[in-house]
């Protein structure tokens, strides 16, 4: 009897499926809203959008880690160019 055979048939208290492959996480879909929206712009990781719809299938996805969803980067402006930028540290403002 192999480890696989006796983690399906034992189970382990290290192993969250016992041997058996773990479902697909929902987020890592084309049709998730993690990264960009169906219609090619941006999605939760960037502007926080379809927060609701990620949200969910993120705490529908059960992987036995207590995982914290990240906040959105709001770094990429879907191609448009940023108006400015301020140093925290200095307040000096760059065009």
Known sequence: ???????KTKGSNLSKHDGTTPPTNPLVEKTSGLHAKPDGKAGYSLDGGQSQE????????????????????KLDLNGQRPKGYTNPETGQTYP
Not at 1 to 7: A, E, R, S, T, V
Request: proline share 7%; no cysteine; charged share 20%.
């Open 54 to 73: 990620v949200k969910k299938a993120y705490n529908e996805y059960e992987d036995g880690v207590a995982n914290i969803i990240p906040q959105p980067s």
């Open 1 to 7: 009897m192999g480890l696989q055979d006796l983690l």
